[in-house]
């Protein structure tokens, strides 16, 4: 009787060790490598398990831009983190069925320079800018200069992916960066001569209707994947939510961690960068509900030639 009682608890324990594994639903997560915003978020997550907590086993995988766009857009990929809303349409654009769920960042976006002669953005005109032309932020840029009275045209751009725009900077080769955080905080720590151009992106989002901040960039996946996987986009929600409260609430102790998987960077600007949040701009909204200022987006790509056709709303997900 002892003999079977043994068989029969270490079944039970057996059979709610499998249930615990099989609880989380392990979803594979394309994300740019550091320094990104879209990976901002990862060390919190994974070091305070806010996956497991949620029911999922997130396993986020590093990609450049370009790679990032080609991998999640084929589907390779069902999920990505580093999903910028023009990024989004313009996949929408081809024909790929995607959603933006929500929204982890608000944009923001610089461009530094040295060199005495560019006090302005039109006098970029004719200098070489460096910066990642395959993300949307550098879109965004190109929308603010137009409407800041550059001719984008004439700017010649020299392309490279995030991690190398620091690089680019300290080593002085090109007359001005286009970039944002963190990695601008980084390279402000280490070269304070820098000074960023005025791109009145309070000003210029308000004129376009805007009404709050402007979304930027966030999670997106496919429609079937979502279709398949009813609740997870929620489930993503949540961990995205807990991870930016944890972080706001905890800035020093998210700067070691975050900071920590960031190539030059330091403690003190992270947490600084986090305390401040208006550059950072975390702040996690479902889509839903910043439907108007998504479309706005959407309007202000048509309006510098950046997307070529209005937008379908179904990449604007709808879910609970």
């Given amino acids: 009787m002892a003999h079977f009682l043994k068989r029969f608890v270490a079944l039970v324990l057996g059979a709610g060790i499998c249930a615990g594994v099989s609880a989380q639903t392990k979803i594979d997560v394309v994300v740019f490598g550091p320094p990104s915003l879209g990976y901002f978020v990862v060390p919190i997550i994974k070091s305070q398990k806010l996956d497991l907590a949620h ?30 809303l023009l990024s989004v349409a313009v996949a929408s654009s081809k024909g790929v069925k995607v959603s933006y769920l929500f929204n982890a960042f608000n944009y923001f976006g610089a461009v530094v320079t ?31 200069a137009g409407k800041n009275g550059a001719d984008v045209g004439k700017i010649p751009v020299q392309n490279t992916a995030p991690p190398g725009l620091v690089g680019y900077a300290l080593a002085d080769r090109a007359d001005a960066i286009q970039l944002w955080e963190p990695a601008l905080s980084v ?13 009145n992106i309070d000003a210029q989002w308000k004129a376009a209707g805007g009404v709050g901040h402007i979304p930027y960039l966030g999670v997106a996946a496919h429609q079937s994947w979502l279709a398949e996987n009813p609740g997870a986009a929620e489930k993503l ?17 998210a700067a070691k961690l975050i900071s920590a998987t960031i190539k030059g960077s330091d403690v003190e600007v992270i947490r600084k960068l986090i305390e401040d949040n208006a550059r950072l701009g975390l702040e996690v909204r479902r889509a839903a ?32």
């Fill in 55 to 84: 029911g999922l086993d997130l396993n986020f995988v590093k990609r450049p831009p370009s790679a990032y766009i080609a991998q999640f857009n084929s589907g390779e990929f069902k999920v990505g983190a580093s999903a910028a």
């Fill in 114 to 144: 040295e060199r005495p002669g560019i006090r302005t953005v039109k006098d970029l005109e004719g200098h070489q800018l460096v910066a990642a032309t395959a993300t949307t932020n550098f879109a965004m840029f190109k929308w603010l």
């Fill in 187 to 199: 390279l402000m720590s280490k070269k304070p001569s820098f000074r960023s151009l005025e791109l």
């Fill in 237 to 253: 929600h949540a961990v995205y939510k807990d991870a930016a409260a944890w972080i706001l609430g905890k800035p020093a102790e």
């Fill in 289 to 320: 509900d910043i439907a108007k200022d998504i479309e706005t987006v959407y309007a202000a790509g048509l309006d510098s030639g950046y997307l070529k056709a209005p937008v379908d709303k179904s990449t604007i997900y709808q879910g609970r």
